[in-house]
């Protein structure tokens, strides 16, 4: 496809279960994003990949949080132990190489709507 | 800003009328700035962006403008249609270079036909 695409589309769990949210990126797409957004929100950063490699994952709200992205393109946001608080919709952004290009506008999937009862 | 929590800030205007929509940014390193449409159950949709070095900047049927002396943004939205209607998000750089962006609470258009 085109654009970025995620699954599931929608992920109900129990509290305490672990989970793991997909993201494909824009083909040849460099920098990949995770965002977090809460009902009523905006959008709140919280890891950033260039490549394979996670430069900055300073808005994970916890250990319990963890992505990867080994070959540099399809991505994984994974959630241990999930609590109910985790419960938002969880976006993936993918650009250009942000670090060769600077400032760009990123490209959004539809997200994932992440209920923990 | 503070979060308004579910109770987004609305904005309702008349089909055909021009909108505008306010955002005042908190970081004044912030030199990148992006204007973004969310329809529900959709992720944002880019609209517009503009850089630190201009202070307003035209799309089509869209503006924004930038006020970097009292941090804000406005996006201008010419014969506001029905199909406009969804959450405007505005988010800023915070002077970062590496594409992380730091976005606002959201203002919720409503057009009426």
């Known amino acids: 496809g085109a654009g970025v695409s995620q699954s599931p589309r929608y992920k109900v769990a129990k509290r305490g279960q672990d989970v793991a949210l997909r993201c494909d990126p824009i083909?040849?797409?460099?920098?990949l994003f995770w965002y977090q957004q809460a009902l009523g929100q905006g959008p709140e950063f919280l890891t950033y990949?260039?490549?394979?490699?996670?430069?900055?994952k300073s808005g994970l709200p916890s250990d319990r949080f963890f992505a990867e992205r080994p070959e540099g393109s399809v991505s994984t946001l994974k959630i241990q132990r999930t609590q109910q608080e985790d419960s938002a919709v969880y976006l993936c952004?993918?650009?250009?190489?942000?670090?060769?290009?600077?400032?760009?506008?990123?490209?959004f999937g539809d997200g994932t709507r992440l209920s923990i009862l | 800003g503070e979060s308004v929590g579910l109770h987004l800030p609305t904005l309702s205007v008349q089909e055909g009328d021009n909108s505008i929509i306010n955002c005042a940014y908190s970081?004044?390193?912030?030199?990148?700035f992006i204007w973004y449409k969310q329809e529900s159950g959709k992720g944002p949709q880019f609209i517009i962006d503009i850089r630190s070095n201009m202070d307003k900047r035209q799309g089509q049927r869209v503006t924004v403008l930038l006020n970097k002396t009292v941090k804000h943004l406005s996006l201008q939205i010419a014969a506001t249609q029905p199909g406009d209607s969804a959450v405007y998000f505005c988010?800023?750089?915070?002077?970062?270079?590496?594409?992380?962006?730091?976005f606002g609470s959201g203002t919720k258009l409503n057009v009426k036909p």
């Open positions: 988010a800023e750089n915070g002077g970062d270079n590496f594409n992380k962006f730091y």
């Open positions: 952004a993918s650009s250009p190489d942000a670090a060769l290009i600077g400032n760009q506008p990123q490209h």
């Open positions: 970081n004044s390193a912030s030199d990148y």
């Open positions: 083909s040849g797409h460099v920098s």
């Open positions: 990949f260039q490549n394979e490699a996670q430069l900055d």
